[in-house]
C-alpha cells in the first residue's frame, strides 16, 4: 500500500469518506500492511458503521488499483478511547510518525508521504502544505497548544512512553 498510485486511490478514498455516518477521519497513516486511524465519533454506532463504511471505500480503491476482487481487510480493527489531551497529543504523535516507528526512513524534518501528516497544521517545524484539499477533518476537540515534532520515532523509551503506557496491554 505504501506505492505513490496505491496511495492515490487510497487518499481519495479518504477524502470521499472522511465524514461519513457520523465519524470524522481526522488523521491517518499507511503502512505496507495495515492502516493506522485516528477518528472522532460520538458513539460506538457511529464508528461501528463510520469503520464499515470506510473499509469498504478503502477496500474497492485498492482492488480497483490491484485489478482484483474481494476481501482486503480483516473484519476487525483495534479501537481505544483517548481521554485528555496528553494522550490526544501522543496519539497524534503515534499515528503520524509511526513509519519511523517502523524503522522506515524519512528526511529529517518532513512528514510521511504516506499519511496525512502533511496537512497537520500543528508540527512544530515549518513545512510545506499540499495545494489541494486535506483527506481529513480538523478535530473538534484538538488543544490549540498542541505541537508534535517530526523527527520523533513513537514508542522509545527515550520518550518517555511506549505503547503500554500509552494504551494499556493489548488484548
Do not use: C
Request: proline residues 6%; positive net charge.
Amino acid at each position: 500500500m505504501r506505492t505513490p498510485r496505491a496511495y492515490r486511490f487510497l487518499e481519495r478514498a479518504f477524502r470521499a469518506g472522511k465524514e461519513r455516518n457520523g465519524m470524522h477521519l481526522i488523521e491517518y497513516t499507511v503502512l505496507s500492511n495495515h492502516v493506522h486511524l485516528i477518528v472522532e465519533v460520538k458513539n460506538g454506532a457511529q464508528l461501528s458503521r463510520g469503520m464499515q463504511g470506510l473499509n469498504i471505500r478503502l477496500a474497492k480503491a485498492l482492488n480497483k488499483h490491484w485489478y482484483r476482487k474481494g476481501k482486503v481487510f480483516a473484519d476487525r480493527y483495534f479501537a481505544v478511547v483517548v481521554r485528555g489531551a496528553q494522550q490526544a497529543m501522543k496519539t497524534l504523535q503515534y499515528v503520524l510518525n509511526n513509519a519511523r516507528k517502523h524503522g522506515i526512513r524519512l528526511p529529517a524534518g518532513t512528514p510521511g508521504p504516506f499519511s496525512s501528516a502533511k496537512w497537520f497544521r500543528r508540527w512544530s517545524e515549518p513545512h510545506r502544505k499540499p495545494l489541494r484539499s486535506p483527506p481529513v477533518m480538523e478535530a473538534w476537540s484538538w488543544e490549540p497548544w498542541m505541537r508534535i515534532n517530526f523527527n520523533e520515532v513513537p514508542g522509545q523509551r527515550a520518550e518517555g512512553w511506549t505503547w503500554e503506557e500509552l494504551f494499556g496491554a493489548p488484548a
